[in-house]
């Protein structure tokens, strides 16, 4: 157990829709990272929060959204949702001390199916 | 841009031998990191070892240990004693070092353990 969770694990929805995920990093950790897995895209960044900023964005659609609040717990918004959003979405947390950032701890991840 | 290679869609060992996983990457910087990350069945990713780029010793953890070649861009994984619980997919990534804290990740190798 990383310490890292996620909810739901699993979501079903269909087409034009609109679904929130949620994070809760480790205890302490101030940055939140969110990555998409697909069977074609392979593992990709999205982006990184810390301590309630966003810090870096990597190929997050502008259909997506996330912020993280001031409990430090994150939301990704999806919305107008496509089949090929299908996609297991990991959130990660990392320390905030100099050299244990560079670790991140992936949560279980949440299983999105858009029908 | 980043660029991380796993030449190995697949391989398989035998249970108590050595097997050697291979990643190549692409950058232009000096200072960085990598990791190996574990995807079992379960779909969870367990960090498995980190190299900073600016240390010339190899990292190890217990069975799990690298051989870094900076010159050639090359950060294999070593997995000694193999386990039935080593069976699960290996994703080598690269972080840049210097405030940019997003993994890029390759395609991955999946690993299976055979009794």
């Known amino acids: 157990d990383s310490g890292v969770t996620q909810t739901p694990k699993h979501l079903i929805t269909a087409t034009g829709q609109r679904v929130t995920l949620r994070c809760s990093p480790r205890?302490?950790?101030?940055?939140v990272y969110w990555y998409q897995q697909s069977l074609d895209q392979g593992l990709q960044f999205l982006i990184q929060?810390?301590?309630?900023?966003?810090?870096a964005k990597g190929n997050i659609l502008e259909r997506f959204s996330a912020q993280q609040f001031p409990d430090l717990h994150s939301e990704l918004n999806l919305s107008s949702l496509e089949l090929g959003d299908s996609a297991l979405y990991f959130c990660?947390?990392?320390?905030?001390?100099?050299?244990?950032?560079?670790?991140?701890?992936f949560g279980p991840g949440t299983r999105l199916t858009v029908t | 841009a980043q660029t991380v290679t796993q030449s190995q869609p697949e391989m398989s060992v035998q249970e108590a031998e050595t097997v050697t996983l291979s990643c190549t990457y692409d950058?232009?910087?000096?200072?960085?990191?990598l990791f190996w990350y574990k995807q079992p069945p379960s779909r969870q990713m367990i960090l498995v070892i980190r190299?900073?780029?600016?240390?010339?010793q190899n990292a190890t953890e217990n069975r799990f240990s690298v051989n870094f070649q900076k010159a050639a861009k090359s950060f294999s994984l070593k997995i000694s004693d193999s386990q039935l619980g080593d069976t699960a997919m290996y994703f080598c990534?690269?972080?840049?070092?210097?405030?940019?804290?997003?993994?890029?990740f390759g395609k991955g190798t999946k690993l299976t353990v055979n009794p």
């Open positions: 990660a947390s990392s320390a905030s001390l100099a050299e244990n950032r560079y670790e991140q701890y």
């Open positions: 205890s302490g950790d101030l940055s």
């Open positions: 929060y810390y301590n309630g900023e966003e810090r």
């Open positions: 950058t232009s910087e000096s200072n960085y990191y």
């Open positions: 190299q900073e780029a600016y240390k010339q």
């Open positions: 990534a690269f972080m840049k070092g210097g405030g940019s804290e997003k993994l890029v």
